[in-house]
C-alpha cells in the first residue's frame, strides 16, 4: 500500500479499473469454469477422454479462462495470497482425478471379463440390434477404440446417451452387463478411487467459488464497481 | 411417447446462429482446440454476453445431433448470414470460418434451399412471417415445413412462430429434448399455400 501525502492514508495499489478487467477477464470466466465443473461432478462425470487419456472439462483454474487473461488472474492473486492456495487445492484435486481415471480406464482394459463382456456383446448385438457392431461407433473404427469408448462410459459412470449419439442404442441395452464388471473386486476399488477423488474434488471446488464470490463482492462494494455492467435477455 | 433412439428420419432446418455455432464447433475440431477453449469460443459466437452460458457439453450434444440427421437443411439467406458474420469472433476468423463452412457442407452434404422473396409473397401465411421475422426466417419455416424438419434455433420469436405452424422447434440449450421427441411427429398441413 503506498502513503497519501495528504493525509497521511494507504492508497490501494488498484482501483476501479483495475477490478472492472478482474471482474471481465478473471471472476467471470472462474466462476462460469466453476459452475460446469460441478455440475459434471455432481453426475459423477469426470469428463474423460481416453483418446486424449485427460478430463476434457475439469481442468487446472487458469485453463477456464482465455489465455490473454492469465496475465490478470496472476495480478489477482498476488494481491489475494489466500485463493491461490484454494486455487493450487483445486488444480492437485484435477491432476489427481484424471491420474485415478487413466489408471481405472487402463485397468478395465486389462480386465478378463471387461474382455468377456465385450466379446458376448460383440456377438450378440448384430443379431439382437440389426446392423454391423461398428455402425454403433461413428467415426471410430478399429476394436481399441470400442473397447477404449465403453470403458470410457464405465470410468464417467455414463449409464445412458441421448438417442442421437450413435452408441445410444448399443449402450442402452448393454450397459447393465458392462457395469456389472465393476463389481469385480479389483476394478471396484478404482472406483472408489475415482469417486473419493470426484468428492474431493467437488468439495475444493465449492470452497473456491464461495471464496472467489466473496472476494468479488467486497472488490465491488469497496471500489463501486458493479459486478454485472450489461445484461441481455437470455431465452 | 419417448423414444429409445434418435430416428433414420431426422431431418434438421438450421438456422444462422445455430449454422455459426455449428461451422465454428467443426473448426475447432479439425483445427484441434482444446475443448475448453471451444467451449468459451462457442459461448462467445452465441453471443448474449455470457450472461446465459451453457455448459460446454450441450455443444457436444448439438454435434451430435448434427453428425446423426440424416437430413441438413438451410437456405441460402441462412449461409449468406453465417458467412458475413458482422462482428465479434467470426468477423475476426471470417477466412477460417469460411473455410470451415465449405468443409461443413461438403462432408456432411448440408442443404442449401433456395427460397425467392417472391415465392414468399404469393403466400399469405409466408408473407405474415416475411413482414414480422423478415425473409431469413421466413424462407427457413417455409422450408422446414415442407420437408417436416425439427427446427434449431436460438431465435425465441422464430421458435414461436414455428410451434404455431406446427414445427418443432428447439433452442441450442434445450438439445437433449431432442431425444425425447415423438418419433413420428404429425405436422398439421400448412395453413396456406
Known amino acids: 500500500?503506498?502513503?497519501s501525502p495528504k493525509n497521511g492514508r494507504k492508497k490501494p495499489l488498484y482501483g476501479p479499473n483495475i477490478v472492472r478487467a478482474w471482474f471481465d477477464t478473471v471472476f467471470h470466466y472462474a466462476l462460469r469454469g466453476l459452475e460446469h465443473e460441478r455440475n459434471f461432478l455432481e453426475r459423477r462425470n469426470w469428463t474423460y477422454r481416453f483418446h486424449l487419456d485427460a478430463l476434457e472439462y475439469l481442468a487446472p483454474l487458469a485453463e477456464h479462462l482465455p489465455g490473454s487473461a492469465r496475465d490478470n488472474l496472476e495480478q489477482f492473486l498476488s494481491f489475494f495470497p489466500?485463493?491461490?492456495?484454494?486455487?493450487?487445492?483445486?488444480?492437485?484435486?484435477t491432476a489427481r482425478l484424471a491420474r485415478t481415471c487413466s489408471e481405472f480406464h487402463a485397468a478395465l482394459l486389462a480386465s478378463?471379463?471387461?474382455?468377456?463382456v465385450y466379446a458376448s456383446v460383440e456377438a450378440e448385438a448384430p443379431v439382437k440390434l440389426d446392423g454391423e457392431f461398428r455402425s454403433h461407433f461413428g467415426a471410430f473404427s478399429t476394436k481399441d477404440h470400442f473397447r477404449g469408448l465403453l470403458a470410457?462410459?464405465?470410468?464417467?459412470?455414463?449409464r445412458e446417451n441421448p438417442g442421437y449419439y450413435t452408441t445410444a442404442r448399443l449402450w442402452k441395452r448393454y450397459s447393465e452387463q458392462f457395469f456389472s464388471v465393476l463389481d469385480e473386486p479389483g476394478l471396484a476399488s478404482h472406483r472408489q478411487a475415482a469417486d473419493a477423488c470426484g468428492h474431493g474434488l467437488s468439495e475444493a471446488v465449492v470452497k473456491l467459488a464461495g471464496r472467489l464470490k466473496e472476494s468479488r463482492s467486497d472488490l465491488?462494494?469497496?471500489?463501486?464497481?458493479?459486478?454485472a455492467v450489461e445484461m441481455t435477455s437470455a431465452d | 411417447m419417448a423414444r429409445d433412439y434418435w430416428p433414420a428420419s431426422s431431418r434438421l432446418a438450421i438456422d444462422a446462429n445455430v449454422l455459426?455455432?455449428?461451422?465454428?464447433?467443426?473448426?475447432?475440431l479439425c483445427a484441434n482446440v482444446p475443448a475448453l477453449e471451444r467451449g468459451r469460443i462457442l459461448d462467445e459466437v452465441r453471443g448474449r454476453d455470457g450472461r446465459d452460458s451453457l455448459p460446454p457439453d450441450r455443444f457436444d450434444d448439438l454435434w451430435q445431433v448434427f453428425e446423426n440427421a440424416t437430413r441438413r437443411v438451410v437456405t441460402q439467406h441462412v449461409m449468406a448470414e453465417t458467412l458475413s458474420p458482422l462482428r465479434g469472433w467470426l468477423k475476426a476468423h471470417a477466412e477460417p470460418v469460411r473455410k470451415s463452412a465449405i468443409s461443413l457442407v461438403e462432408k456432411f452434404g448440408v442443404e442449401e434451399k433456395s427460397c425467392p422473396f417472391r415465392d414468399l409473397i404469393a403466400s399469405p401465411a409466408d408473407l405474415l412471417v416475411l413482414i414480422k421475422l423478415g425473409p431469413t426466417d421466413a424462407g427457413l419455416l417455409r422450408v422446414a415445413e415442407s420437408i417436416e424438419a425439427i427446427l434449431i434455433s436460438d431465435d425465441r420469436d422464430l421458435r414461436s412462430t414455428a410451434w404455431s405452424r406446427g414445427i418443432p422447434a428447439f433452442p441450442v440449450r434445450e438439445t437433449p429434448k431432442l431425444a425425447q421427441y415423438p418419433l413420428n411427429p404429425r405436422l398439421g398441413p400448412r395453413p396456406c399455400g
Do not use: Q, W
Not at chain 2, 20 to 28: A, P, R
Open chain 2, 20 to 28: 455459426s455455432l455449428l461451422v465454428v464447433y467443426h473448426h475447432c
Open chain 1, 152 to 158: 470410457e462410459y464405465l470410468v464417467n459412470n455414463i
Open chain 1, 220 to 227: 465491488s462494494l469497496k471500489f463501486d464497481v458493479p459486478i
Open chain 1, 82 to 93: 489466500a485463493i491461490r492456495i484454494l486455487i493450487d487445492e483445486h488444480n492437485y484435486g
Open chain 1, 1 to 3: 500500500m503506498k502513503t
Open chain 1, 112 to 116: 478378463p471379463r471387461f474382455d468377456e
